[in-house]
Nanobody, 120 residues
């Protein structure tokens, strides 16, 4: 029933940009805190960013602060992650999570993910 469909992942060169999207359905998106998490091969999941239900508050991991921007469109049940100045260490599968930061890493809240590869 609950569905989170990520899109926008691609292979880009260092310094490039991507915008990820997450189309949500099956729950009340407009009153749900949302997050992005990522997982690189062989590593545990890493929280990236979260946004409050009304976009009043946004928070970022230190590793992406100043480069990534989270946003949402409640009218269209869509979450976004704008990624600029990408680095090879940003390479990971990126997941949309229907939870605020304190619960974002719980796997049951994730979608299927979209692959981001940053390489020259």
């Amino acid at each position: 029933e609950v569905q989170l469909v990520e899109s926008g992942g691609d292979m880009v060169q260092p310094g490039g940009s991507l915008r990820l999207s997450c189309a949500a359905s099956g729950f009340t998106f407009s009153n749900s805190g949302m997050s992005w998490v990522r997982q690189a091969p062989g590593k545990g999941p890493e929280w990236v960013s979260s946004i409050s239900d009304n976009s009043r508050r946004t928070v970022y991991a230190d590793s992406v602060k100043g480069r990534f921007s989270i946003s949402r469109d409640n009218a269209n049940n869509t979450l976004y992650l704008q990624m600029n100045s990408l680095k090879p260490e940003d390479t990971a599968v990126y997941y949309c999570s229907r939870a605020p930061s304190w619960a974002a890493l719980t796997r049951i809240y994730w979608g299927q993910g979209t692959q981001v590869t940053v390489s020259s």
